[in-house]
């Protein structure tokens, strides 16, 4: 791909800090990209009075590839949800057609005692979990908040459809399949219509993939699995609400959350990137925030965007031998600074 755009959308708290860091580790494996910022989330209201402008949205749909550093202001907790700083990604993940977010947590050797969970039961653990995003809870409509004669009145609508289900199982079984062939797909089957539906289109997706170990797991029971027996599971199949909170319990697995990057991608090429962590504003500044995530966000940028495999191959063994040499920020007990981890990671490409 020749001269290709990447839209950098730093956002709110730590999201600059970390940004900072992936785009110099891009530079130097992508020379020939052409790196652009715009503003989104908070940082955008603050500025223009809006999530997201109309003019970082056209950026975005022209570029090869976006990457997000964190969405969120607390000071925004309380505003309508017209003016919240998540409205511009939940936005901006749709205007893409990004309807498939990938979330690879992976236990590094050297950071097995950082888990709060014994190490016997993160040692090895290396999963990958698939969310469908344009559907589910977070899109359906009716939404609203009112107030009722007898009270304030709230409605979300979760609603799939066939086609939604099927295009991401095939998705996650096709991701499977390169990996060790066994996914587990995660539902509320013995309660949600909705999850009647995703099991019985799982499993009908898993007809056309004999090779793969199909499993399905109601979602409160996955959740302890993934604390009890996490080196056992490979790939987890779910939809947005399910997939949402389960990656952030595997971030107990790696210590931090700050450990995990992630892909929302479609049918295309391009996509967004961005680590699995919000935007942490007590942190922003100080040089404490973890930029792995963000760098691993970006190794998957230059996989799945770009199509530059051995680039994304380098920066994740760059990250790897950092990690083994002992450099690490305070959240998974080193004493690194988010610049000096960075200027490590580029030091080992």
Wanted: glycine share 10%.
């Amino acid at each position: 791909m020749a001269e290709p755009t990447i839209v950098l959308l730093p956002g709110d708290g730590v999201g600059p800090d970390v940004t900072r860091e992936a785009a110099a580790c891009l530079e130097l494996l992508a020379p020939d990209a052409l790196l652009v910022e715009h503003a989104i989330g908070g940082h955008a209201l603050d500025t223009v009075g809006e999530p997201l402008p109309s003019a970082t949205l056209d950026a975005c749909m022209e570029a090869d590839a976006v990457f997000l550093g964190a969405v969120g202001n607390p000071r925004y907790d309380s505003a309508p949800e017209s003016s919240r700083p998540e409205l511009g990604l939940l936005a901006l993940r749709q205007a893409l057609g990004a309807w498939a977010n990938l979330r690879p947590v992976r236990v590094h050797p050297a950071l097995t005692d950082c888990s709060p969970l014994r190490p016997e039961r993160v040692r090895g653990a290396d999963l990958l979990i698939v969310s469908e995003l344009l559907g589910g809870i977070y899109f359906g409509q009716p939404r609203a908040l009112t107030t009722e004669p007898d009270g304030r009145h709230a409605l979300d609508t979760m609603t799939y459809t066939e086609s939604q289900v099927r295009r991401i199982a095939d998705m996650g079984f096709r991701l499977a399949r390169e990996r060790r062939k066994r996914l587990l797909s995660v539902d509320k089957a013995n309660v949600l219509a909705c999850s009647r539906l995703w099991r019985a289109v799982v499993s009908e997706v898993a007809q056309d993939y004999p090779d793969v170990a199909c499993e399905h797991a109601l979602v409160d029971a996955c959740t302890l699995r993934i604390l009890t027996d996490a080196p056992d599971l490979d790939v987890l199949l779910c939809g947005n609400l399910f997939g949402d909170i389960l990656s952030d319990e595997a971030g107990a697995l790696c210590g931090s959350l700050g450990m995990l990057p992630s892909a929302s991608i479609g049918d295309g090429d391009g996509g967004l990137f961005e680590p699995v962590h919000g935007s942490a504003p007590d942190l922003a500044g100080t040089g404490k925030a973890n930029p792995v995530g963000a760098i691993l966000s970006a190794a998957m940028l230059l996989r799945h965007a770009l199509q530059r495999p051995d680039a994304a191959d380098d920066l994740e063994r760059a990250v790897d031998a950092a990690l083994s040499d002992g450099i690490a920020t305070p959240d998974v007990g080193g004493g690194a600074t988010t610049t000096e981890f960075g200027d490590a990671v580029r030091a080992r490409l």
